[in-house]
């Protein structure tokens, strides 16, 4: 794959469950940190000031109170967060059952394809993925006729796949059924409770997106949340972590139902068209880039190109240490321009566009002189001078005492 503007290739193949283990690991060694397993939320209240969360544990039965500024329900499709702040799901009506079938081949089988293949078959439909190493996954659709406990046996999975694979090439791993939905919150904060990840939305499996979107949701929280616990912002900066999250999950949702269409098209010419939007003149399906939704940050502005806001970075290496822009910036804003801005946070990491070839390219694209990345990476804003730079930046940025030549505005 070519390397793409944000310094990595358009996609990988990984097992999710492998990534869930090593996230686990990174957490449990933070020492403020406790996890805990075989819990569950009984209820959440809150005041102006903090939520108090009831737990009980499982094999205990033990109940305890924990209190926090603020609270993620991370909690999945069925969140027990989203009900209790009673947030209403929007149904986009795809819904179907598919079995998933994990093997582990036993000897090479190059013949099978380094991708995935969406068979479009409108009586059953099936995708097939290359897995990381030698796993490799079918996801099959069910008929409304088949039942979950029939189709999961091995004789019944084996005769699906005897087209491609034998038990004498491959063993099973794992079989489930799950339903595919598409649904997303109408709300996705209550005062000091937030819902991310598959709480506030579920996405049928057809663009791979399922985890990344929910992903994206904690870079854009966990920067705001950093910033007003810390006292930077204020409390209304998080406003925007639904303004401009929601819209976006719902473009991947509403994109992963048109290929869900598409796969189970009757007509081969009708198939053609609904696809033809969304590919490369080769052939190649196109991954989609919607900019975040509006809001108090992505707001047009006069001095802004409004085009780029909201949209994801570029990323480039430093020079002269050849590292990515994210390895020297680390989680944090970062301004761009060919001079040093003045009256701003010390946070704030600075890169000289006058000494570093990529980072001037990169201005010469946003047809710029300055630009602002936030933590999450996506682009606050792109100006033609420094100074309308700083006009246009959240007050949270700026200190005051280092303001020099600048204008000081009202804008937070």
């Given at each position: 794959q070519?390397i793409t503007?944000?310094?990595?290739?358009?996609?990988?193949r990984?097992?999710?469950?492998?990534?869930?283990?090593?996230?686990?690991k990174k957490?449990?060694?933070?020492d403020l940190?406790?996890?805990k397993?075989?819990?569950?939320?009984?209820s959440?209240?809150?005041t102006?000031?903090?939520?108090a969360?009831r737990?009980q544990?499982?094999?205990t039965?033990?109940?305890?109170?924990?209190?926090?500024?603020y609270?993620?329900g991370?909690?999945?499709?069925?969140?027990q967060?989203?009900?209790?702040?009673k947030?209403?799901?929007?149904?986009?009506?795809?819904q179907?059952?598919?079995l998933?079938?994990?093997l582990?081949?036993?000897?090479?089988?190059?013949?099978l394809?380094?991708?995935?293949?969406q068979?479009c078959?409108?009586d059953?439909?099936?995708?097939?993925?290359?897995?990381?190493?030698?796993r490799?996954r079918?996801?099959?659709?069910?008929?409304?006729?088949?039942?979950?406990?029939?189709?999961?046996?091995?004789?019944?999975?084996?005769s699906?796949?005897?087209?491609?694979?034998t038990?004498?090439?491959?063993s099973l791993?794992?079989?489930a059924?799950?339903?595919?939905?598409s649904?997303?919150?109408?709300?996705?904060?209550?005062?000091?409770?937030?819902?991310?990840?598959?709480?506030?939305?579920?996405?049928?499996?057809?663009?791979?997106?399922?985890?990344c979107?929910?992903?994206?949701?904690?870079?854009?929280?966990?920067?705001?949340?950093?910033?007003?616990?810390n006292?930077d912002?204020?409390?209304?900066?998080?406003?925007?972590y639904?303004?401009?999250r929601?819209?976006?999950?719902?473009?991947?949702v509403?994109?992963?139902?048109?290929?869900?269409?598409?796969?189970?098209?009757?007509?081969?010419?009708?198939?053609?068209?609904?696809?033809?939007?969304?590919r490369t003149?080769?052939?190649?399906?196109?991954?989609?880039?919607?900019k975040?939704?509006?809001?108090?940050l992505?707001a047009?502005?006069?001095?802004s190109?409004?085009?780029?806001?909201?949209r994801?970075a570029?990323?480039?290496?430093?020079?002269?240490?050849?590292?990515?822009?994210?390895?020297v910036?680390?989680?944090?804003?970062?301004?761009i321009?060919?001079?040093?801005?003045?009256?701003?946070?010390d946070?704030?990491?600075?890169?000289?566009?006058?000494?570093?070839?990529?980072?001037?390219?990169?201005?010469?694209?946003l047809?710029?002189?300055?630009a602002?990345?936030?933590?999450?990476?996506?682009?606050g804003?792109?100006?033609k001078?420094?100074?309308?730079?700083y006009?246009?930046?959240?007050?949270?940025?700026?200190?005051r005492?280092?303001?020099?030549?600048?204008?000081?505005?009202?804008?937070?």
């Amino acid at each position: 794959q070519d390397i793409t503007p944000q310094g990595w290739n358009a996609s990988y193949r990984l097992h999710q469950p492998d990534l869930e283990r090593l996230l686990r690991k990174k957490l449990e060694g933070y020492d403020l940190v406790t996890l805990k397993t075989s819990t569950r939320v009984t209820s959440i209240d809150q005041t102006e000031t903090e939520a108090a969360i009831r737990t009980q544990t499982g094999s205990t039965n033990r109940s305890e109170t924990y209190r926090a500024r603020y609270v993620i329900g991370c909690d999945g499709a069925n969140s027990q967060t989203r009900t209790m702040i009673k947030s209403e799901l929007d149904d986009y009506g795809f819904q179907e059952r598919w079995l998933v079938i994990d093997l582990i081949l036993k000897k090479d089988r190059p013949d099978l394809g380094d991708h995935s293949i969406q068979f479009c078959r409108p009586d059953r439909p099936m995708t097939y993925c290359r897995g990381p190493g030698n796993r490799r996954r079918w996801e099959i659709t069910l008929l409304d006729t088949e039942d979950e406990n029939r189709v999961t046996k091995p004789v019944h999975i084996w005769s699906l796949l005897k087209p491609w694979i034998t038990t004498d090439e491959a063993s099973l791993e794992r079989t489930a059924v799950y339903t595919f939905k598409s649904q997303v919150a109408r709300n996705w904060r209550h005062g000091r409770i937030f819902l991310a990840g598959d709480a506030a939305h579920v996405t049928p499996p057809f663009l791979g997106q399922g985890m990344c979107i929910g992903i994206r949701d904690a870079f854009n929280l966990a920067w705001k949340l950093a910033s007003v616990i810390n006292k930077d912002a204020e409390h209304p900066l998080l406003d925007s972590y639904e303004d401009e999250r929601n819209p976006h999950a719902r473009a991947y949702v509403e994109m992963a139902i048109k290929i869900g269409q598409i796969i189970r098209s009757i007509n081969h010419n009708d198939a053609l068209n609904d696809v033809s939007g969304h590919r490369t003149q080769s052939g190649k399906m196109q991954s989609i880039t919607p900019k975040l939704g509006p809001s108090s940050l992505t707001a047009p502005r006069s001095n802004s190109n409004t085009d780029v806001e909201g949209r994801p970075a570029s990323q480039f290496r430093v020079q002269p240490s050849n590292e990515l822009m994210d390895d020297v910036s680390g989680y944090r804003h970062v301004i761009i321009s060919n001079t040093q801005p003045k009256g701003l946070k010390d946070s704030i990491f600075w890169i000289n566009a006058s000494e570093q070839e990529e980072a001037d390219k990169l201005l010469k694209d946003l047809n710029a002189e300055a630009a602002w990345i936030r933590p999450d990476r996506y682009l606050g804003a792109a100006t033609k001078s420094i100074q309308e730079l700083y006009e246009y930046l959240p007050n949270f940025l700026k200190n005051r005492e280092k303001c020099g030549d600048y204008n000081e505005t009202s804008f937070s």
